[in-house]
């Protein structure tokens, strides 16, 4: 009976999440959004074996993507790791209820069968598979390969799950995780390992019915099961006390800060927000380090992917590497002071400096990560012009843009919820203003990149980012005074916890 | 013997939270645990409901240790924070969810929540508002009344009085004492409202740094015992 109830909750929690309470019309753009990318999916699934038999790498394309199968796991557990939400915090109202603890593990490890993280590679996959497995093996086999990838995701979301509670436990964890990402490039690269030949091997025995396979897997689904049943328990008594053992991060040490009087005091406390609280840090600090991680890997691999890519590629990877902090944060203009907003609305320091802190704090990463992208420049990896350019218009024209969520924002954000893939904090002008900041100025790019070509496209960013940048004093007053007549509104909203 | 404490100890990393050698609460008590912040009072709860490991000692529950057995939920009502709510059901869906764990039919929560009908104010019921969407006060009283309303045989509520305005302060103070005199229920109820604790409490624990420092009887001097007490602490 409590299965079936929990079930409904679970559903509950979806369809009731606040962020779908306010506007319907925000409600179905986000359902046409899924539904275009859940279409755009299963139309490449289905060209997809003849992209693969492109590339030579096998005879036939389900055995060149199973030889893929081990970076496809990497992409995966990446995504998730970003974006999925941690679960084990959404049982504490059950916990005092005569409900068995078991069942409610149980209940919790049973939803990665309908999480969405979990059959979203699926609408790859399904189309795929009948096109390139149903030629070689039998309709069954297919059932079973497609079926197979679901339990991969799952088992991936399974290891993930133990690499997260490690994590909750000490910072250091980091380093698994680290390890999980690099270890199949590791295998291939350094220890010269075919893995993806043997993989087609390990699949092509298994869709042959090869009973040792099944055998296998099946002690190894069970055993991550097992482990993640039993660490529950555990990791359920450490995060219902661990407010109390947090050790707090040594950043009061910025002294260097206090030269820059309230504007220092501000970028003091963002830093100390950012670093201490789980929410923002989860979203910062790891995807901070792997999207500039991989943007420098992608430079330097051999077959660099901007060059296949193309330079819309390349703009928005540049675009989200340079102006990571501000896109992420910027997300969150205000809504992230929302527990506090009302003690510093009311202190002497006024909110324009707390602005302006935010814009010189983005900007100055922004300024950081460019200074490390002019090593490759001067190694000939990029255009130091595109670089330049790509810099302006981030801190310019696109800062800009996010900083109107500052006038918009009226949701309360709790600093101290974690989970990635969380609404709270995000409403439906937070989502337009970031989806129009993350493609609009892209795309715009890209048109002008095709038809007049880089050195156009470079000189339009490079002048609108300098317009933007050197009246970037004028557009924050700006910002500020149009927030001013918001603010009792946007106020009222951040007391809405 | 209702609830056991023995040889209890909580630590959060190096510091002693709570450290019991031994406490006994008898059927029927109605104690009051009194103290400043962070002398352990929620904590004490935590452990008496297994939301905290124990480092050493144990709890137990009508002879069933807490930690081992999980049979103690069903006569044990409690309300400890606003977490403990599931703040995307309205109050009615809640209630009845509660009261369903409890096997409670709809029929006989309605009739339990008689009592609490001017606790609740018309501030509850039929707003067509999620939990998540009402004042801090009124989830108090949505999770005390969900605490209440199963007749537990041991009730824990952490800080009751929290946020509530007066009148309700008041209302559930006797609703409180009205459920220990009618069902023998105990009652382990933390405050840091003296007086509305000496007004109800039979027995009253005093902890200070997670030790018992004052195991009182109630009587007509233990309020003003108490003052002492804390303004000493003050001065010290």
């Known amino acids: 009976m409590f299965q079936q109830q929990l079930r409904q909750h679970q559903w509950e929690s979806f369809s009731r999440n606040s962020m779908f309470e306010r506007n319907l019309a925000i409600r179905i753009f986000i359902y046409v959004m899924y539904g275009f990318l859940a279409l755009e999916m299963l139309g490449f699934g289905f060209f997809l074996d003849k992209i693969l038999l492109q590339t030579d790498t096998y005879e036939r394309a389900i055995d060149t993507f199973n030889s893929f199968l081990p970076y496809i796991f990497v992409f995966d557990f990446v995504v998730k790791f970003i974006f999925k939400t941690k679960e084990s915090m959404q049982i504490i109202p059950y916990l005092t209820l005569p409900i068995k603890r078991n069942l409610l593990f149980d209940f919790l490890l049973r939803k990665e069968f309908t999480n969405i993280w979990n059959f979203y590679i699926l609408f790859l996959v399904i189309p795929f598979a009948f096109k390139a497995v149903m030629p070689f093996y039998s309709f069954p086999a297919t059932v079973l390969y497609v079926l197979l990838i679901y339990l991969l995701c799952i088992t991936n979301s399974l290891v993930l799950n133990i690499i997260n509670n490690l994590i909750s436990r000490s910072f250091w964890f980091y380093i698994v995780a680290a390890i999980r990402v690099t270890f199949p490039f590791f295998l291939v690269f350094v220890c010269k390992i075919k893995l993806g030949y043997y993989l087609t091997l390990l699949v092509d025995m298994y869709l042959n019915y090869n009973l040792w396979i099944y055998a296998a897997f099946a002690v190894i689904f069970a055993a991550l099961w097992f482990i993640n049943r039993l660490q529950m328990r555990s990791i359920l008594y450490y995060e219902l006390q661990g407010d109390k053992i947090d050790k707090i991060s040594s950043f009061s040490s910025l002294t260097f800060l206090n030269k820059f009087g309230t504007i220092g005091d501000f970028i003091s406390l963002e830093l100390k927000m950012i670093f201490r609280s789980p929410r923002l840090k989860q979203k910062t600090v790891f995807p901070g380090i792997l999207i500039n991680g991989f943007f420098f890997y992608m430079l330097y691999s051999a077959d660099n992917v901007f060059a296949v890519g193309g330079q819309f590629f390349f703009f928005f990877y540049g675009i989200f590497s340079i102006g990571f902090l501000g896109l992420v944060m910027g997300q969150f203009l205000f809504t992230s002071e929302s527990s506090f907003f009302d003690g510093l609305a009311s202190r002497k320091a006024s909110i324009f400096e707390l602005l302006k802190s935010k814009y010189i704090l983005y900007s100055s990463y922004s300024l950081l990560i460019t200074l490390l992208l002019l090593i490759p420049a001067f190694q000939g990896k990029i255009n130091a012009l595109l670089l330049l350019s790509l810099f302006f218009y981030v801190i310019g024209s696109i800062y800009f843009l996010i900083f109107q969520n500052a006038v918009y924002n009226k949701t309360y954000l709790d600093l101290f919820d974690k989970g990635m893939f969380n609404w709270e904090g995000t409403s439906g002008n937070t989502f337009i203003i970031s989806m129009f900041v993350m493609f609009v100025p892209v795309v715009l790019l890209v048109i002008l990149n095709v038809i007049f070509g880089e050195i156009v496209t470079c000189c339009f960013m490079l002048f609108t980012g300098l317009v933007f940048t050197l009246t970037s004093k004028y557009w924050l007053a700006w910002t500020y005074k149009r927030f001013l007549k918001r603010k009792h509104k946007n106020m009222e909203g951040f007391r809405s916890n | ?236």
């Open chain 2, 1 to 236: 013997m209702e609830l056991q404490i023995q040889n209890l100890i909580k630590k959060f990393g190096n510091n002693i939270a709570l450290n019991i050698s031994e406490l006994n609460i008898p059927k029927g008590t109605l104690l009051g645990l009194v103290g400043n912040n962070g002398a352990g009072k929620t904590t004490l709860f935590r452990l008496i409901l297994d939301l905290l490991k124990a480092d050493n000692g144990y709890v137990l529950n009508n002879g069933l240790d807490v930690s081992k057995s999980e049979f103690w939920k069903s006569h044990t009502g409690s309300f400890i924070d606003s977490r403990f709510l599931i703040e995307f059901l309205t109050p009615e869906e809640y209630l009845y969810f509660v009261g369903e764990a409890y096997g409670l039919n709809k029929e006989t929560v309605n009739e339990r929540l008689q009592p609490f009908s001017r606790f609740m104010n018309n501030e509850i019921f039929g707003h067509k508002k999620y939990i998540r969407n009402f004042s801090s006060g009124n989830k108090q009283k949505i999770g005390i009344i969900a605490a209440m309303m199963i007749h537990p045989e041991i009730l824990i509520l952490d800080e009751p009085f929290n946020f509530l305005d007066p009148s309700s302060q008041i209302e559930i103070r006797d609703i409180i004492l009205k459920m220990n005199q009618e069902f023998n229920t105990t009652v382990l109820i933390s405050s840091h409202n003296l007086s509305y604790t000496t007004d109800i409490s039979s027995r009253i624990i005093l902890l200070e740094n997670g030790i018992v420092k004052k195991d009182l009887n109630n009587s007509a001097d233990v309020l003003t015992e108490l003052n002492e007490y804390f303004i000493l602490q003050t001065n010290v």
